[in-house]
């Protein structure tokens, strides 16, 4: 590539790692893994494009009543236990995809902090 073409892609990266919104939604969209984020309740407050397409977008719904098809929090749940922890934990999981087929998965969660915590 030419040097102008050089400058002009490093250019529209910078806009595009600008908009710390934009590069949240830019990162998490790129990654081909299926990822999800819930609240303390376990409702799903966000879902990454390959999840979406995956399961559906189901943001504002618990996690185990989709993802495996419970009516209460899953036994072994890594989730939980990386909020009581504070440490990554890692879980070997049978869910189930939208049709029914049953999908064996690892679930990995870590917890996310704010400034303040």
Same mark, same amino acid.
Request: net charge positive; proline share 3%; hydrophobic share 40%.
């Given at each position: 590539?030419? %040097?102008? #073409? $050089?400058?002009?892609?490093?250019?529209? +990266?910078?806009?595009? =790692?600008?908009? %710390?919104? #934009? $590069?949240?939604?830019?990162?998490?969209? +790129?990654?081909?893994? =299926?990822?999800?984020?819930?609240? $303390?309740?376990?409702?799903?407050?966000?879902?990454?494009?390959?999840?979406?397409?995956?399961?559906?977008?189901?943001?504002?719904?618990?996690?185990?009543?989709?993802?495996?098809?419970?009516?209460?929090?899953?036994?072994?749940?890594?989730?939980?236990?990386?909020?009581?922890?504070?440490?990554?934990?890692k879980s070997l999981?049978?869910?189930?995809?939208?049709?029914?087929?049953?999908?064996?998965?690892?679930?990995?969660?870590?917890?996310?902090?704010?400034?303040?915590?």
């Amino acid at each position: 590539m030419k %040097k102008n #073409n $050089l400058d002009e892609v490093f250019k529209q +990266a910078q806009e595009l =790692l600008g908009d %710390k919104e #934009n $590069l949240f939604d830019t990162i998490m969209d +790129a990654i081909g893994d =299926l990822i999800s984020i819930q609240d $303390l309740n376990m409702r799903i407050i966000y879902q990454n494009k390959v999840m979406k397409r995956v399961m559906g977008n189901h943001e504002g719904e618990y996690c185990y009543m989709i993802y495996e098809k419970r009516n209460e929090i899953c036994e072994g749940c890594p989730v939980i236990k990386a909020l009581k922890t504070g440490a990554v934990a890692k879980s070997l999981r049978v869910g189930m995809l939208p049709d029914g087929t049953p999908n064996r998965f690892e679930n990995v969660a870590a917890v996310l902090r704010n400034k303040k915590r």
